[in-house]
């Protein structure tokens, strides 16, 4: 059982990345969005919410295997965010590398309530929900950059 916890909280295995494995980690989510963003919205949002369920129990069980609740190896959180950063949105590389870049920068900048996530909220739930909010602030300004910048997209 603990091999697939790990396969699925290391986005399979791409959490073991020497270096940036929270960059590696959020790689997951492009190949994903390419094949999710033709989903109807009702879909697109059953296999969303799947992907956190699944990200909620990967995380807190990998963190208890790793001994170390938010333990850089578990990246499954960043696909989540990565995921909630494009949600509903056409697939195009302009679009995947903006969300990519905003997800990270968000991911790493941590605005509240993101930071109270990730340093109050101690288990798998904490580490899902801190890169959630960012997926949410980065999907804002992804969509004010395609609103007011379209040339660009």
Known sequence: MNKIILFFATNAGLGYAPVASGTFGTLMGIPLFYFMAPLSPELFALTWLA????SFWSASHAGKIFKVTDDGRIVIDELIGYLTTIAFLPFNWPIAIAGFLLFRFFDIVKIWPA???DTKVKNG???VMDDVVAGIYAA???RLLINFAPQLF
Do not use: A, E, K, P
């Open 51 to 54: 992907i956190l369920l699944l």
């Open 115 to 117: 930071s109270w996530f």
């Open 125 to 127: 739930f904490g580490v």
């Open 140 to 142: 804002m300004c992804l």
